[in-house]
């Protein structure tokens, strides 16, 4: 069977029955353009219980429809009582890889023109990628945040898996056994970023004093107080490590974002000549500043333009990139007050407990609000890893074990890997059998 490269004049169609269009439409945008790059033209049918992708040169492929179909769209699909309950797994079609469908079967037929498969992929994205699931939970941690272990993915363990990203390569190599090659239009990277939540460690005078109180009463080591001292009498701050974090990531051609925290103690050192010559260098070394937005304001829009034009009037630049402080999002509530204040993209998407994709993805993607059914302008850039997560490690080669295989599954996805390391994570009694964990982090390839 002769096979085509893919041209941008040649679409393939879509048919779908006109069920839920705002919701499919936003699934085909995510996988068919954001992650494979391909155009398409959608078409509604009244045929039932099946996704038909059919290719230029006539031959097509078929995808169960297992959620959309079977809910009344008067009713929506926002209830317990549509959660999926089982992962099926397609096997042995491609390399390395299980296909985990959280709707429908791993049923597989193939004809000489066509491939049938039973899995619902437009389903079980469209679950993945809008956080519905989420939308309807009842309980939350301390934080007010959904409770991670009652996520679908963590659950039934398939959280480390960029599940989107899975069925658009499930796509990729139908297309391609049936004459059809989809080239791929994304290279590894990796985004290294930091919160920065605490500017100095010792900003006053009275916070080294209470520091090295800490180190004798509470943490009772004798050791971390002469490390303070010495550091001190060297007119060192712990966390004062922006240039070590920036050379870094230059000798391996990245480029860190820091976000901000909005604090009475940073606001002041931030005004501070010491301060201003931090983010003089930022940005003269063209590394990038977002804000990192209180974890109590997501209902709070006021304050949040506060924070923003505070830290646009510091950096004499608008901040369109946000990171929510421990992660506290409420879906779709603090995406559609982000998008308000003019925030461009969120990095908050992560299970502090369980790395891995929270959204199923490992790019930027688009958000969908399921309340008003539309996609929103906001993208949201997946974080993959971050520091607080390793410290349940008991040892410095257990952190590797965790974060080598993810690593690798992102560059296999051709993703997006990002990494979340404070600043305040070095130099620290609790951090300190991570010693070169970060290292490792920025210069694997």
Not at 89 to 114: A, I, M, Q, S, W
Not at 176 to 200: M, N, R
Request: glycine content about 4%.
């Amino acid at each position: 069977m002769a096979k085509s490269q893919v041209s941008q004049k040649q679409k393939i169609i879509i048919y779908t029955e006109s069920k839920f269009l705002p919701e499919k439409k936003y699934v085909f945008q995510v996988l068919f353009n954001e992650i494979l790059g391909m155009e398409y033209e959608l078409f509604d049918t009244s045929v039932s219980q099946v996704y038909k992708f059919v290719l230029p040169n006539g031959m097509f492929v078929e995808f169960a429809d297992e959620f959309f179909t079977y809910i009344p769209e008067s009713i929506g699909y926002c209830s317990r009582k549509h959660l999926p309950t089982k992962v099926a797994e397609l096997k042995n079609v491609l390399p390395d890889e299980v296909v985990p469908f959280l709707y429908g079967n791993n049923t597989l037929t193939r004809h000489e023109r066509n491939v049938y498969c039973g899995g619902d992929i437009i389903g079980s994205s469209f679950f993945m990628l809008s956080r519905w699931e989420e939308m309807i939970s009842e309980s939350y941690d301390r934080w007010g945040r959904f409770p991670e272990k009652d996520a679908f993915a963590v659950k039934y363990n398939i959280i480390q898996k960029p599940v989107v990203h899975i069925y658009a390569e499930l796509v990729r190599q139908f297309f391609a056994e049936y004459g059809w090659e989809v080239p791929q239009c994304h290279t590894f990277t990796k985004t290294i970023s930091h919160d920065v939540d605490y500017l100095y460690k010792w900003g006053r005078p009275i916070d080294f004093l209470k520091s090295c109180c800490a180190d004798l009463l509470k943490r009772m080591s004798i050791r971390t107080f002469k490390s303070s001292l010495k550091m001190r009498q060297n007119a060192q701050d712990p966390y004062d490590v922006y240039a070590k974090l920036m050379d870094l990531s230059e000798r391996h051609g990245l480029k860190s974002v820091f976000y901000f925290l909005n604090t009475k103690s940073n606001e002041w050192e931030l005004q501070t000549e010491r301060g201003q010559r931090i983010i003089a260098s930022i940005m003269e070394r063209n590394h990038t500043v977002g804000i990192h937005s209180n974890y109590y304001l997501e209902a709070d829009i006021e304050k949040v333009k506060a924070d923003k034009e505070f830290y646009s009037s510091i950096l004499h630049k608008e901040l369109t990139l946000n990171r929510q402080h421990y992660l506290k999002m409420r879906v779709p509530q603090t995406f559609r007050m982000l998008e308000q204040v003019g925030i461009e993209q969120d990095s908050s998407m992560y299970y502090p407990h369980f790395p891995g994709f929270r959204t199923g993805m490992c790019i930027e993607h688009s958000l969908f609000d399921c309340e008003t059914r539309t996609i929103m302008k906001i993208k949201e850039l997946p974080l993959t890893l971050m520091d607080i997560s390793l410290q349940r490690a008991r040892k410095h080669e257990e952190a590797i074990s965790w974060i080598d295989p993810l690593i690798e599954t992102v560059k296999k996805y051709n993703g997006n890997f990002v990494c979340l390391w404070h600043n305040s994570s070095f130099n620290a009694l609790e951090w300190e059998y991570l010693d070169g964990i970060y290292e490792h982090i920025v210069e694997k390839e």
